[in-house]
């Protein structure tokens, strides 16, 4: 193959990779200039008992523009009553929307069935390797359960996290619910799910990480 025929194939194959990558966005509805944000968690992420437009994925975006990010997007990957469990497949088709950002929020339903933390642990830690196979800026979301599971159980709950976030130098916020766990005026009746001031909150708490993601 002579050079000319060689630059030639070079540029066919970048401008095919190109089309590709176009048509890819372009019939998953997503813009190419758009820095996408996964939110993958449970009720707390989907906004049980709340507007979808109250729950903090979609309250991130507007704090963004606040700081000039007018290119975020905020995807709610939350399904309520979810574990860890599955979380590294739910990722795998998500992946199809191609977002740079993922929010990794899981493990709170573990931790109040009494679920095994070793499997808590792996089911995380596979989720995290994907997310950075591909590229992905991983915040991992550090939660806490009710001490009446007992010191070691609880202690080790929350160190999961933390090893977690050691283990692959990503970053880890200390606890989601940061000023909204307990607080009666944040949460709704049950005292569990956050309510939209909650939610506010919990974007708040966010938005800082995000910014050194992005």
Aim: hydrophobic share 45%; with cysteine.
């Amino acid at each position: 193959m002579t050079q000319r025929k060689w630059i030639y194939s070079k540029w066919l194959c970048g401008v095919a990779a190109g089309v590709c990558l176009w048509l890819a966005l372009g019939l998953s509805g997503v813009r190419a200039d758009e820095v996408r944000i996964l939110f993958l968690g449970d009720s707390l992420t989907a906004g049980l008992g709340v507007a979808k437009d109250k729950a903090y994925p979609a309250v991130v975006e507007p704090l963004l523009k606040q700081q000039g990010r007018t290119d975020g997007r905020g995807i709610n990957g939350g399904i309520s009553g979810a574990t860890t469990a599955g979380a590294a497949s739910r990722l795998k088709w998500h992946l199809k929307a191609a977002p740079h950002v993922l929010v990794l929020a899981l493990g709170a339903n573990d931790g109040l069935r009494g679920l095994s933390l070793d499997s808590m642990a792996k089911n995380l830690d596979d989720t995290i390797a994907l997310a950075l196979e591909n590229n992905l800026c991983v915040i991992l979301a550090g939660m806490k359960i009710p001490p009446n599971y007992g010191p070691d159980y609880t202690r080790r709950f929350s160190q999961t996290f933390r090893d977690l976030a050691g283990k692959y130098g990503i970053t880890l916020i200390p606890f989601l619910l940061e000023n909204v766990g307990g607080v009666r005026n944040m949460n709704q009746a049950d005292g569990v799910h956050p309510n939209a001031a909650g939610h506010r909150q919990i974007a708040r708490t966010v938005l800082p990480w995000l910014l050194e993601c992005l």
